[in-house]
């Protein structure tokens, strides 16, 4: 599950999958990142969405650190 995060359904699919994974194992993982609530959507570079996807994609290595043990 090593691959870019780049848009928001596959943010919450990641989310929700490795969640359910650790709840099945009786783990429980740090919060996951919040997204955005300030997005102008004008498509700035630096957009608050591509900070929001690289928390999560680390968020997800750090879980899959976790349940890979």
Not at 27 to 52: D, F, I, K, M, Q
């Amino acid at each position: 599950m090593d691959f870019p995060i780049t848009d928001r359904e596959t943010a919450q699919a990641v989310l929700d999958h490795l969640m359910q994974r650790a709840a099945a194992r009786g783990l429980e993982l740090r919060e996951a990142p919040p997204e955005p609530t300030s997005c102008c959507g004008r498509g700035c570079n630096g957009c608050v969405w591509e900070g929001y996807f690289a928390a999560v994609a680390y968020w997800r290595d750090e879980a899959l650190l976790m349940l890979d043990d």
